[in-house]
């Protein structure tokens, strides 16, 4: 530091001096004292440091006292922002977990304002007038979506399902529940870990059953789950490997298997299954993604799904499965303490309605699935044409879009984006002033590109975004 730095430094107004300044003062009339002098400190703080950077002299320090006032209200009216917000998402990740995943669609959306805005019948029978249970309230319709149960003359089991608050916690109960204090056997390809901190044999720990790892990393065989199995073994464990492949020489049985197994030795096969993917990927060109429904069918006590993946819901955890398992479920204590509220329960039971009548595009992910890229290109071609000028270049590529989110890796869907560059900013600076955006635009930076990837931009949001990138950057 410069010794005219130093001495800036020393002669930094105090917080007291600039309260009292008549311009702060005028504040106090719409915000109260602490907020102010909170706000006080956040701009003397970053004086301080302009100071200390080399970014202020002397002259530039008396300009920004000159407007405190103007200063500290600015700051103050940040500091009323709220810190979770609506981001534009042009990353081409269909599920972000960092940007919340599964976007709701607007029938589930207009149903949770619907039940937030007064009373709801959330543990009510409104027929007989008396108390009932929330968890039955979406289990009827998740059964007829996944097209259970009703083979009522069928010898299959009656299945019955729940809805805890996520996947992790739908598979910790699932353990806790059925094989604390003994065994569960887990193929060593499955040990895996799923999104930050969800490590299958820290959870198995933690739920109070003992791993039993059969097979190796790369193949597994049903003989090596027989030849484990006897009096301590409380259910054959399966893990969808749902964030990562294994190639090669590989083996590992089918759920059906393994269920037919479990059968013969009468022991409870749980999937966790993750995805929760209700609809065929292999019409978007996606194979080999493990379904929901087929799980379901293939005779497993249990399995376990997301509610916010390729469902395309509220953050949530399904637990479907014979009804003996979801009785043991419901009557652990852990049950009433990973239960879900009743925005949850609005915005799950509406999602799923657009299964049950067959609008899945309405479902925000599934529509931008399904879009053609052709579309897309289109968008990105008028995005280009109204950005573009002397200082800003913007052409159309083409692009490669994840579904992300823990799903089909190593798969891609077809899809373009704008290439944008500014005249003066460098891509990690251009990428900072699209995030500190009024509504922030997440991009994705590629190889030296600023990649705005339109399928996971709504298409009701370009007239917008468009506004505010032009007023930011098309001068
Ligand atoms: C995503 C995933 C989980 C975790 O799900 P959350 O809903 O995020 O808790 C667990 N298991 C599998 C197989 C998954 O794909």
Known sequence: MTSSAKELLRNLPAIGEVLERADVVRLRASHTHEAVAAAVRVVVARWREQVRSGEFCAEQLDEALGKAGELVGVELLRSLQPRLRRVINATGVLLQTNLGRAPLSARAVAHMAEVANGYCNLEYDLERGERSRRDVLVEDLLLDVLDVRRAANSNEEVQAAAVVNNCAAATFLALNTLAEGGEVVVSRGELVEIGGGFRVPEILAKSGAMLREVGTTNKTRVADYAAVIGPQTRMILRVHRSNFEIRGFTEQPSLEELV??????????????????????????????????????????????????????????????????????????????????????????????????????????????????????????????????????????????????????????????????????????????????????????????????????????????LAMLRTEFVR
């Open 260 to 465: 037919a197994l479990g059968k013969r030795v009468a022991v409870p096969v749980f999937e966790d299954q993750g995805t929760g993917c209700l609809v065929d990927l292999e019409t978007f060109g996606l194979h080999g993604e493990s379904s929901l429904r087929r799980s379901v069918r293939s005779g497993a006590s249990l399995v376990a799904a997301s509610g916010d993946k390729l469902l395309g819901g509220p953050q949530c955890g399904l637990l479907v499965g014979s009804e003996q398992a979801i009785a043991k479920l419901r009557s652990n204590p852990l049950f009433r303490a990973l239960r879900v509220d009743k925005l949850t329960y609005a915005a799950l039971e509406a999602t799923l309605m657009a299964y049950r009548v067959g609008d899945e595009d309405e479902i925000p992910v599934l529509g931008m699935l399904r879009t053609p890229a052709e579309a897309i290109r289109r968008r990105c071609e008028r995005w280009a044409d109204e950005l573009r000028n002397d200082a800003v270049r913007a052409t159309v590529v083409e692009t490669r879009c994840v579904i992300g989110g823990g799903t089909t890796p190593g798969a891609s869907v077809a899809s373009f984006a704008v290439s944008l560059r500014v005249a003066g900013l460098s891509e990690a600076g251009l990428a900072a002033r699209l995030r500190g955006l009024e509504l922030p635009v997440v991009a994705r930076v590629n190889e030296g590109q600023v990649l705005l990837d339109l399928r996971t931009v709504a298409p009701a949001d370009d007239d917008v975004v």
